[in-house]
């Protein structure tokens, strides 16, 4: 896939990935109105962790896995052996989800009690019964997950990139219905029809693919395969999931609100990643497979070095911006309802510091990428293992003298170990890319980033949208109008200093707005 070809689909992706933010944000503002960072809120968001740790052991590791021994049958094998591949995978590893889920369901008063033991009375019983919901529903994303890998490695992006979308107005719509009749638990009933639909939206999709897709149980060479690669990933989620349940532990001793403040900021210090970072990440690892497939390692390490650099052209400003914007942002977008100002100020706080390790998470989620498309799931694992670890520690050292910072602070402190530490492994391992193209790109992006952080906060403090003007709509335009001048203001500045990904973006608009013309 050249160059061209990565920024047009990233865009595709990245583009469908704001529809769905969108409504991302629509659903955070209706769980803010009705339930604020409070206790039913921080129950929810526990009972919802919960299961995610099965997500992390068994779900992701599964579809990471499959994908690229999926896109090398596609490519050598016949489509009854690729078929009987995808049939086995999705059997065997939902049925074992579902299976485990349903199993847990009698434990779910032990768990809440060691993800949050400073649950107790009204909270604690709220966040058992959501668990017990979550628990057997937790298989519906990771079918939505492994659908999304098959629609991928056939270079379809438009429909898996449409799921997120669908899934978020299930939710809202539903929350909107039930919340004032059913409270907390409207949250539970939203959130597993949001997974349904996300699922059922793919399916004509699949379909198309000529996929004959059955209910299979065997133990072929494909699913060995697969099921190989996802053990030391399993190993690597029990890791990452032990040190979000200690960071839930050790939130839930901290003041009420901690851990809803913590997620909130951690939900808006996600949007670059979930929305660019994805994307990349999406485009890139089938093309990274199938170029491991034939050991174009050359090719390899341009793509993966293309991708870098997109991650660092649009997470830099986001950082720059979310810095600068933390408390207003916050108040925007929650400071309405049950959610007070002192709530806007825990989650901005935790906002601010959060955001410096946003190009850090988003470097460790592409060095994951590139050996993972390579079958070599072990370095990936041992660097994961070893910055969760480092992790707990630092959040046990920190969270007494800072709060809730402290634990911000340790998540960005090793994300960038492990940036840095994986960007070193994959030069060494997979190929020993120019470091030097990486760095001269990088200036240049921190330049526009800085350029741009200059209108950011004059127009911010001068307009009075850092203090806030009193008035939602008067914040609201004023957060639109800076916002935009900052992205202006961000482009003019790298196309003045010539970083090739806004001249790469410019003439994919030349090009596009040419076909329309000729047309």
């Known amino acids: ?77 016949d489509r009854k052996d690729t078929s009987k591949l995808a049939s086995s995978v999705i059997t065997l590893s939902v049925g074992a989800f579902l299976l485990i889920g349903i199993m847990a369901i009698p434990f779910a008063p032990n768990l809440v009690s060691l993800f949050a033991p400073g649950f107790s009375g009204e909270i604690f019983d709220i966040s058992v019964t959501l668990t017990r919901i979550f628990f057997p529903a937790f298989a519906l994303p990771l079918l939505a997950a492994l659908f999304k890998a098959i629609l991928n490695s056939h270079k379809e992006f438009t429909i898996p990139g449409l799921g997120p979308f669908v ?65 030391p990933m399993v190993l690597g989620g029990l890791a990452g999931q032990t040190c979000a349940m200690i960071e839930k532990n050790l939130a839930s001793r901290l003041p009420s609100g901690s851990i809803s403040a913590l997620g909130f900021a951690n939900r808006l210090r996600s949007l670059p990643t979930d929305l660019f970072i994805v994307a990349v990440a999406t485009v890139i690892y089938p ?24 991650a660092i052209f649009l997470c830099v400003p986001s950082t720059v911006g979310f810095i600068i914007l933390a408390q207003p942002l916050v108040r925007l977008v929650f400071e309405r309802g049950a959610f007070t100002p002192e709530a806007t100020m825990l989650t901005a706080s935790a906002l601010s510091v959060y ?4 190009v850090a998470n988003a470097i460790s989620r592409l060095v994951k990428t590139g050996f993972y498309s390579t079958q070599d799931t072990w370095k990936p694992v041992i660097l994961t293992t070893v910055t969760s670890v480092l992790n707990i520690g630092l959040a046990v050292i920190l969270v007494e003298p800072l709060g809730h910072l402290g634990l911000a602070l340790a998540n960005v402190l090793s994300f960038w170990v492990s940036a840095i530490v994986g960007v070193w492994m994959y030069r060494k391992y997979i190929y020993e890319f120019p470091l030097r193209k990486l760095l001269g790109s990088a200036l240049k992006i921190l330049a526009s ?48 200093l010539k970083c090739e990904e806004i001249v790469l973006i410019k003439s994919l608009l030349k090009e596009k707005i040419k076909k329309g013309e000729d047309i």
Request: glycine share 10%.
């Open 1 to 77: 896939m050249s160059k061209r070809n990565i920024a047009r689909a990233t865009t595709i992706v990245t583009l469908l990935g704001i529809v769905a933010k969108i409504m991302g944000f629509v659903r955070e503002q209706l769980i803010a109105w009705f339930f604020g960072a409070t206790g039913p809120t921080d129950a929810y968001m526990v009972a919802l962790a919960i299961p995610t740790v099965l997500s992390g052991l068994i779900s992701d590791p599964i579809c990471t896995s499959f994908l690229p021994v999926f896109t090398t049958y596609l490519n050598q094998k």
């Open 167 to 231: 899934q978020n107005v299930a939710i809202v719509v539903l929350v909107a219905l039930l919340a004032p009749n059913f409270g907390v638990l409207a949250l539970g009933i939203a959130t597993m029809a949001g997974y349904l639909a996300h699922v059922l939206i793919q399916v004509p999709a699949v379909r198309r693919t000529g996929l004959d897709l059955k209910p299979r149980i065997a133990f072929d060479e494909g699913t060995k395969t697969v099921l190989k690669l996802a053990i």
């Open 287 to 310: 093309s990274l497979s199938e170029m491991w497939a034939r050991r174009d390692k050359s090719g390899m390490g341009d793509i993966w070095l293309t991708g870098v650099e997109y």
């Open 355 to 358: 955001s410096i390790g946003i």
């Open 449 to 496: 980033s800085l350029l741009m952080a200059v209108f950011t906060w004059t127009a911010a403090h001068h307009s009075g949208f850092l203090a806030g003007t009193g008035s939602f709509k008067s914040d609201l335009l004023l957060g639109l109008l800076i916002i935009g001048g900052s992205v202006i203001v961000y482009l003019a500045s790298a196309l003045l």
